[in-house]
């Protein structure tokens, strides 16, 4: 059975940091590509970034390039996404999910989210 948790979000000011991190198990981690989700209140679900298996080659959404970074430890199943530089457009529940690096959407399974807001 797959599983994807997510944990480290919160309420953070402008201009902040935090740190995502998604634990996965059930799966053969290092080869799946990883992505990070993000959907805000009354807006459709949103590609942040994602990674490949091997964490060699990356892909960041246009409104976060520059501050976010996704990286993974496959030696403990673990995808993170470091975000710096957050803006109040930045809140919203974000989910990791498997994805097939390149096509920015999500795979087959998905974590239960964790809430970012970023307060002004």
């Known amino acids: 059975q797959v599983q994807l948790v997510e944990s480290g979000g919160g309420l953070v000011q402008v201009g902040g940091s935090l740190r995502l991190s998604c634990a996965a198990s059930g799966l053969a981690f290092s080869r799946v590509g990883m992505g990070w989700f993000r959907q805000a209140p009354g807006k459709e679900r949103e590609f942040v970034a994602a990674i490949t298996g091997s964490g060699i080659l990356t892909d960041y959404g246009i409104s976060v390039k520059g501050r976010f970074s996704i990286s993974r430890d496959n030696a403990k199943n673990t995808v993170y996404l470091q975000m710096n530089s957050l803006k109040p457009e930045d809140t919203a529940v974000y989910y990791c999910?498997?994805?097939?690096?390149?096509?920015?959407?999500?795979?087959?399974?998905w974590g239960q989210g964790t809430q970012v807001t970023v307060s002004s």
């Open positions: 999910a498997t994805t097939y690096y390149g096509r920015r959407t999500a795979g087959d399974y």
